[in-house]
């Protein structure tokens, strides 16, 4: 079975850090998203990368970026964190674009 | 744009009681429509897809779902519920070339489903 593995289940971070939530896949996928959770809103994408260095933004890009270097991993930075950026962070892959996608089990960020 | 609706917030339904959770969508194209499943401080578990063929698709834990074009409608189904079946449940639809999108899925709000003993 295809793995997406999340680095940390729980975090709790100060207001202007700098954060990073890394995503590390181990089936070679070429697409890898990241989503926010959040009640009532369902999930909405940040970034996206169809191929290792490559980003696309998603629909709420803005405070965050996203590194790409090598295939399996893809990290979700907050270049300066804030208190609205508490959420759950969902990373996916999938093989190709039309397939369904591997979701790992979600980051819960709490920004204070 | 495509997009996806879940009308419903939340379904209670008794266990042993058939269950419909409801999604409705919106493409330019042939839909490619998909389900999925969150268990509480979880990441979303695949249940089944819509590609092609057969308007009636099964998945993972008995659930099953009819395509219906002239609806533009995805409804998940159980026959019968279970209590470990509460969780979010989630419907996706592809967002295609023909709309200019790059392909990836785009999620409806979810639906909370509520099984009572």
């Known amino acids: 079975d295809v793995k997406v593995t999340q680095s940390s289940r729980y975090l709790v971070k100060r207001t202007g850090e700098k954060v990073f939530l890394e995503c590390v896949q181990d089936m070679d996928h070429e697409n890898m998203f990241w989503y926010r959770q959040d009640p009532g809103l369902g999930l909405r994408l940040i970034y996206f990368?169809?191929?290792?260095?490559?980003?696309e933004k998603g629909d709420i890009p803005e405070g965050y970026s996203v590194s790409r270097e090598k295939k399996e991993r893809f990290s979700l930075i907050l270049e300066s964190a804030s208190t609205n950026q508490t959420s759950m962070y969902l990373c996916?892959?999938?093989?190709?674009?039309?397939?369904?996608?591997?979701f790992g089990s979600g980051t819960r960020l709490t920004v204070v | 744009a495509q997009s996806v609706a879940q009308p419903e917030d939340q379904v209670n339904v008794a266990e042993g009681n058939p269950l419909t959770v409801k999604c409705t969508y919106s493409?330019?194209?042939?839909?490619?429509l998909f389900w999925y499943v969150q268990y509480p401080n979880r990441g979303l578990q695949f249940l089944l897809k819509?590609?092609?063929?057969?308007?009636l698709v099964k998945g993972s834990y008995g659930f099953e779902a009819e395509f219906n074009k002239s609806q533009t409608s995805f409804h998940l189904k159980k026959p019968s519920a279970l209590v470990s079946d509460s969780a979010l449940y989630f419907c996706a639809v592809r967002d295609g070339p023909l709309s200019g999108g790059y392909n990836k899925l785009i999620f409806g709000a979810g639906t909370r489903l509520a099984v009572h003993p």
């Open positions: 493409v330019s194209g042939n839909p490619y």
């Open positions: 819509y590609i092609t063929g057969d308007n």
């Open positions: 996916a892959s999938s093989l190709d674009r039309g397939r369904g996608y591997t």
């Open positions: 990368s169809y191929d290792v260095k490559m980003k």
